[in-house]
């Protein structure tokens, strides 16, 4: 079974620290993608990783896709309380015909003004 | 243009009934997957549908039940609700089923067992 572990469970910062949330797994995935859900709606894609290595980079958020594809991580600089909410990341199967994304529990968020 | 429309937006049922739960893909989107996300938790992936034809299935017991209608909607329904069915179910739609397409998330629909 597939699992992708994302860390930490929670994290309570103050206004303009950085931090970097983990997503980590023993599997290889054809691509990962990272989302932010606030309450009561529905998770919003931010990005697509694709390659080893790549790196990309959403204003204040920094994404990193490792070279065995098998782990992420984002990093957000100078956190603003807009910032808060779940972030998940969801890795795609690499074999198979069916597509399918195997998501992380989501990292909680909260940045306090 | 509009995004992934769900309805409804909150439901009450009580255990043993059912439930039949609606999505609206974005236009042009072929592909429609359903998730359960129970609180503080992320999805869980239900099924997945493209050109009406399903193309993955989670682990859910058979309860759980799926189509697809050729306008590219989808509907998911519930039998024999139990108390642990209680969670937000999201639909996603994509572009076509195939790799490393991003989806798109409706809302979703509160589903509350009392």
């Known amino acids: 079974t597939q699992l992708l572990e994302q860390s930490p469970q929670f994290l309570s910062i103050q206004e303009g620290e950085n931090l970097t949330v983990y997503c980590n797994s023993s599997?290889?995935?054809?691509?990962l993608q990272w989302y932010r859900q606030e309450p009561g709606e529905g998770p919003v894609l931010l990005v697509t990783?694709?390659?080893g290595g790549e790196v990309k980079k959403l204003k204040r958020l920094t994404f990193q896709f490792g070279d065995a594809r098998k782990d992420s991580s984002l990093h957000i600089t100078a956190a603003q309380p807009g910032d808060t909410g779940l972030y998940l990341c969801?890795?795609?199967?690499?074999?198979?015909?069916?597509?399918?994304?195997?998501w992380g529990l989501g990292t909680s968020l909260a940045v306090n003004p | 243009d509009a995004g992934v429309t769900q309805s409804p937006t909150h439901l009450i049922k009580t255990r043993g009934q059912h439930v039949t739960l609606r999505c609206s893909p974005i236009?042009?989107?072929?592909?429609v997957s359903w998730y359960q996300q129970v609180l503080g938790q992320g999805p869980q992936f239900i099924f997945q549908?493209?050109?009406?034809?399903?193309?993955g299935r989670g682990n859910f017991p058979d309860r759980f039940s799926a189509r697809q209608f050729p306008n590219y909607s989808s509907e998911l329904n519930v039998n024999a609700l139990l108390l642990g069915d209680s969670a937000l179910y999201l639909c996603?739609?994509?572009?076509?089923?195939?790799?490393?397409?991003?989806?798109?998330f409706g809302d979703g629909t509160r589903l509350s067992i009392l």
């Open positions: 969801a890795g795609e199967n690499l074999a198979g015909n069916n597509r399918k994304l195997i």
């Open positions: 599997s290889v995935f054809s691509s």
């Open positions: 990783v694709v390659t």
């Open positions: 236009s042009g989107h072929k592909s």
């Open positions: 549908y493209y050109e009406k034809e399903e193309r």
């Open positions: 996603a739609s994509s572009l076509a089923g195939t790799r490393n397409q991003p989806q798109h």
